[in-house]
């Protein structure tokens, strides 16, 4: 049974570009939740994507934006890199409707912006 | 203010010793989660509980609900137990407040 799928593990941006990162939930699992760490410091919420809709967010700019698609899987984009972006950026998936919400977490993407 | 605070921030310790990690949240909470991170970043999620108190193999998690306190104890600690252990609640709108993480490590 796969668990949460990240990709790309690592990449490497420029200043003002843009990225992409993705997530493919575990199977079963409907909800999916990007969070942001960075270096020495616990994870921050970025934002919770269910049934195709952003449902929460967390305190970050536009420039930070998501999708999710009908399977489930969900895309993180980020507009107009800034040097402190630089982190590693996790996926978190679970089944909303069950009571035991138990994630499962993704291994992540370190993102590096220079 | 952080609403998940956790103590200690680094703790060294000596194989087999008994360890404790403490988390505190300064709201309502519907669960409480430990999360173990390596380095390289992959997380596991430990425990999730919202009252009382789970064990699976050598580790221990309890909560107390009034107090709105929760502790990680790790008996009998193992080198491979070294890593980043992280408190974290989730609230009604099921996101997730992390604390800033206890670094662990656990000398032979």
């Known amino acids: 049974d796969a668990g949460v799928t990240q990709s790309p593990t690592h990449l490497i941006k420029t200043r003002g570009q843009q990225v992409t990162l993705r997530c493919s939930p575990k199977?079963?699992?409907?909800?999916v939740s990007w969070y942001q760490q960075a270096l020495g410091q616990g994870p921050q919420f970025i934002f919770q994507?269910?049934?195709?809709?952003?449902?929460q967010r967390g305190n970050f700019p536009d420039r930070f934006s998501g999708h999710q698609f009908p399977n489930y899987s969900s895309e993180l984009n980020v507009n107009a890199l800034l040097l402190g972006d630089s982190a590693l950026y996790l996926c978190?998936?679970?089944?909303?409707?069950?009571?035991?919400?138990?994630?499962?977490f993704g291994s992540g993407t370190r993102l590096t912006v220079v | 203010k952080n609403e998940v605070e956790q103590s200690p921030q680094n703790l060294t310790a000596q194989e087999g010793e008994f360890i404790t990690i403490n988390c505190s949240y300064s709201?309502?909470?519907?669960?409480l989660h430990w999360l173990q991170q390596h380095p390289g970043g992959g997380i596991v999620s430990l425990f999730m509980?919202?009252?009382g108190k789970k064990k699976h193999g050598r580790l221990i998690a309890t909560i107390n609900i009034q107090e709105k306190h929760s502790s990680l104890h790790i008996t009998a600690s193992h080198p491979r137990d070294s890593a980043v252990y992280i408190c974290?609640?989730?609230?009604?709108?099921?996101?997730?407040?992390f604390g800033a993480g206890t670094r662990l490590t656990v000398k032979p």
């Open positions: 978190a998936s679970w089944e909303r409707q069950t009571i035991d919400y138990g994630y499962t």
């Open positions: 199977s079963g699992h409907d909800t």
């Open positions: 994507y269910y049934e195709e809709e952003e449902r």
């Open positions: 709201v309502g909470i519907s669960a």
């Open positions: 509980l919202s009252s």
């Open positions: 974290a609640a989730t609230y009604n709108n099921n996101d997730m407040r």
